[in-house]
C-alpha cells in the first residue's frame, strides 16, 4: 500500500499549499440537504410514527417505545468487566474535575455611583446529547457531554442514540449515562434524532441545545434545525475528524504513526497529516504507519483514511509552524524538543497535546479535558466544549435615582444622536419626576426651617 509522496511546502505556491491542507471533499451538498430536510419535515409532523419508522428502516430495529426503560440503565453496571467500569469511574473523576474547574463567577460592578451592573450564568434547562452507533460503542462521548450538563445543572439532559437490531443499547454507554445521573436514553439515531430532539414528539421531549458528533446526516440535520426559529440550538459546526502531527528530527517515528493512526481508524473521511522539518522523520513515520496499520483490526477503515493523510516537509520550525496554524486541526500533537516553548505560537487548534506522552487517546478518553472539537478548520473560530457551552449567560443592572442622574444626560444625547425619541422621553420622563420631586422636598424643607 502506498501511502503518498512528500510534500516539500517550500516548492508550492499559495494555491498549491491551500491544496495539500485541503480535507476531503463532502459527500453531494444538495442530495445531503435535500434528503435530511426531507426527514426533518416527516418528524416534525408524524412525530413518534416517523422516528420509529426511521429506526426500523435504518437501524433494523422494531420498536413499540422509544424510551429505553429505567430497569435496563440501572442493570448496566453489571453486564460490563470491572475492568472497564474502572476506567468509565476514573475518566468520569478526571473530567468532572476540569469541568468543575471551569465553573464562571457571577460579576457585580458599580460602573457609576448608583449604576449597578450585573452578570450571571444559569444552566441550560434541557439539552439532547447525540450518541452515535455504528461499529463501536461511545461511553466516552456520554461522558464528555454527560459530566458537562452535570455540573452545569441541567434540569432535563437527556440522550438519542441508535439502537441495535434487537433494541438494544451497549451498556458501557447506559453506564456512563448513569454515572452522569441521565435518565432519560431514547432508541433512535441518525437525522431522524436530531429533528426529535429539536422539535419534540409524544415521547421525545423538546430541547434547547443539541450536543455531540455524528455522521454527515446527524451534521446536516444539526446545521437546519439550529437556522430555524422553532428549532434548537447546537454545540458547534463540525466535518470528519483529523489530527496533524507537528514532529521534528527528535520525534518518535513509531509514537507519530500510532497518533495518525489512531485518527484515521475513527473513519474512511477521517484525515490524518504529518508536520516537520526532517525528512527522515516522516520517512521513518510512513514505514511505520505500513508497519502498524497491518496489526490494527479496523484495518480497512485505517486505510481509507490513510488515502487521506499528508506529509508535508518544511525547511525549518517557523515554516511548520505556519503551515500548522494554517490547518487549523481539531486535534494537533506536538513531538518536538521542547514541546510547551512552541504553545505561544500555535494559534489554531480544537486541542493541542504537547510532547511524546502526550497521544491524542489521552484526550479522547480519560486526562479530563473534552474530546468534543471543532473540526474542518472551524478551529480557527470555534472552540473546544466546555462547562460554558450548557450555560447561558445574562446581564442585570438596577440605577438608583442618583445613579439616573448621573448618567441620564448622556443617555438622552444618544438616543437624540440615533434619532430614537422614545428613548430619550423614557430617561426625560423620569428625571423630570425626580427634578419636581426634588423641588417639593425642598420646598418642605425651606418650610420647616422657616
Not at 408524524?46 to 437501524?59: G, H, I, N, P, R
Not at 520517512?283 to 496489526?295: C, E, N, P
Not at 462547562?387 to 448618567?407: C, H, K
Request: net charge negative; hydrophobic share 40%; proline share 5%.
Amino acid at each position: 500500500m502506498s501511502i503518498g509522496d512528500v510534500i516539500k511546502w517550500k516548492e508550492l505556491d499559495e494555491a498549491q499549499r491551500a491544496k495539500a491542507l485541503s480535507r476531503p471533499a463532502l459527500k453531494d451538498e444538495k442530495l445531503l440537504k435535500d434528503t435530511v430536510s426531507a426527514i426533518i419535515q416527516r418528524v416534525k409532523t408524524e412525530k413518534d410514527a416517523a422516528v420509529l419508522s426511521y429506526t426500523k428502516e435504518f437501524d433494523s430495529a422494531t420498536l413499540s417505545d422509544l424510551r429505553l426503560p429505567l430497569e435496563q440503565i440501572a442493570q448496566a453496571q453489571t453486564l460490563i468487566s470491572p475492568a472497564v467500569k474502572s476506567a468509565i469511574d476514573l475518566a468520569y473523576n478526571n473530567i468532572r474535575t476540569f469541568h468543575e474547574a471551569q465553573y464562571p463567577s457571577d460579576i457585580s460592578i458599580e460602573t457609576q455611583p448608583g449604576v449597578l451592573c450585573e452578570q450571571r450564568h444559569t444552566a441550560l434547562a434541557s439539552v439532547g446529547l447525540y450518541i452515535p452507533g455504528g461499529s463501536a460503542p461511545l461511553p466516552s462521548t456520554v461522558l464528555m457531554l454527560g459530566v458537562c450538563a452535570q455540573v452545569a445543572g441541567c434540569a432535563l439532559p437527556i440522550i438519542c442514540t441508535p439502537p441495535s437490531p434487537t433494541g438494544n443499547v451497549a451498556p458501557e454507554i447506559l453506564y456512563a449515562a448513569s454515572k452522569c445521573g441521565i435518565e432519560h436514553v431514547y432508541l433512535c439515531g441518525g437525522a431522524q434524532a436530531i429533528a426529535a430532539m429539536a422539535f419534540g414528539t409524544e415521547t421525545i421531549p423538546k430541547v434547547d441545545k443539541i450536543f455531540g458528533p455524528g455522521n454527515s446526516f446527524v451534521t446536516e440535520a444539526k446545521q437546519q434545525v439550529s437556522q430555524r426559529a422553532d428549532g434548537a440550538a447546537i454545540d458547534m459546526p463540525a466535518g470528519p475528524s483529523e489530527v496533524l502531527v507537528l514532529g521534528d528530527a527528535n520525534a518518535n517515528p513509531a509514537f507519530v504513526a500510532s497518533d495518525l493512526l489512531s485518527q484515521a481508524e475513527h473513519g474512511p473521511d477521517s484525515q490524518a497529516v504529518l508536520v516537520s522539518d526532517s525528512e527522515a522523520l516522516i520517512k521513518a513515520t510512513q514505514q511505520q504507519v505500513l508497519h502498524q496499520l497491518a496489526l490494527l483490526s479496523r484495518k480497512q477503515i485505517a486505510q481509507q483514511s490513510i488515502a487521506n493523510s499528508r506529509f508535508i516537509l518544511c525547511e525549518n520550525m517557523e515554516q511548520a509552524i505556519e503551515a500548522t496554524n494554517a490547518y487549523a486541526a481539531e486535534h494537533l500533537i506536538v513531538q518536538t524538543d521542547n514541546a510547551r516553548d512552541l504553545l505561544p505560537r500555535l494559534q489554531h487548534a480544537g486541542s493541542i497535546f504537547l510532547g511524546a506522552y502526550s497521544p491524542e487517546s489521552a484526550g479522547d478518553y480519560a486526562s479530563g479535558t473534552n474530546h468534543v472539537l471543532p473540526t474542518y478548520g472551524y478551529a480557527r473560530n470555534y472552540s473546544s466544549l466546555g462547562l460554558l457551552d450548557f450555560m447561558r449567560r445574562f446581564t442585570v443592572q438596577e440605577l438608583s435615582a442618583e445613579g439616573l442622574q448621573t448618567i441620564g444626560q448622556a443617555i438622552m444625547d444618544l438616543a437624540d444622536a440615533e434619532g430614537l425619541d422614545a428613548h430619550k422621553q423614557a430617561v426625560a420622563l423620569r428625571l423630570t419626576e425626580l427634578k419636581q420631586d426634588g423641588s417639593v422636598q425642598q420646598a418642605m424643607k425651606d418650610a420647616s426651617n422657616g
